[in-house]
């Protein structure tokens, strides 16, 4: 799981030029697409306006190749994300896109494999689940106990629900840029 600097301007130019087709409409350019982003795999698609997050949306699982997802949850993130409203032409120059390549998810036996900085945590419990992946904890100076806390807030269960024993905890990592 390690993109070329190439493949990286690639997907956020293709990011970009996914948002901007939506907001005027009109098509995406042909362009030809890389072998390395043809592979299914998970990834989300972060949207900041002046440093604060404008959208976040992702596929935890490789449902897509790499570069449909990236040109979907693009879109998702700039329009659909429930928490803010779409986001609107004149904000264009003022949004910094992120995209989060995921690896598969590991399920883990015991918190103590989890490392802040470095894994992402994804929690279920019945019907509920949650992902916060692994910058958040490091942008917001979480120690493993918080950030466990903020999955299951971010999963609508109670903070120490990662504690249950029909909690499942996975964690995963990300390749970020």
């Known amino acids: 799981m390690s993109l070329s600097e190439k493949d990286k301007a690639f997907l956020k130019q293709l990011a ?33 306006k002046k440093g604060e997050l404008r ?31 779409a986001l609107k032409k004149e904000e264009l120059d003022d949004i910094e896109i992120e995209i989060s390549v995921l690896s598969p998810l590991k399920k883990i036996d015991s918190i103590d494999e989890i490392e802040v900085g470095k894994h992402g945590i994804y929690i279920e419990k019945g019907f509920y689940s949650g992902l916060l992946l692994p910058q958040v904890a490091t942008e917001h100076g979480w120690d493993r106990t918080t950030f466990l806390e903020h999955t299951c807030y971010k999963a609508g269960l109670d903070k120490d629900a990662y504690k249950d024993k029909d909690t499942d905890i996975y964690i995963f990592t990300a390749e970020v840029f």
Request: charged fraction near 35%.
């Open 55 to 85: 959208g976040c949306i992702g596929y935890i699982k490789g449902y897509l190749p790499l570069f449909e997802t990236v040109e979907e949850m693009a879109q998702h993130a700039a329009f659909n994300d429930p928490r803010f409203e």
């Open 16 to 48: 970009r030029d996914a948002i901007e087709a939506r907001l005027f409409k009109k098509k995406l350019p042909k362009r030809e697409i890389p072998e390395t982003l043809k592979h299914k795999q998970g990834a989300f698609v972060t949207i900041k």
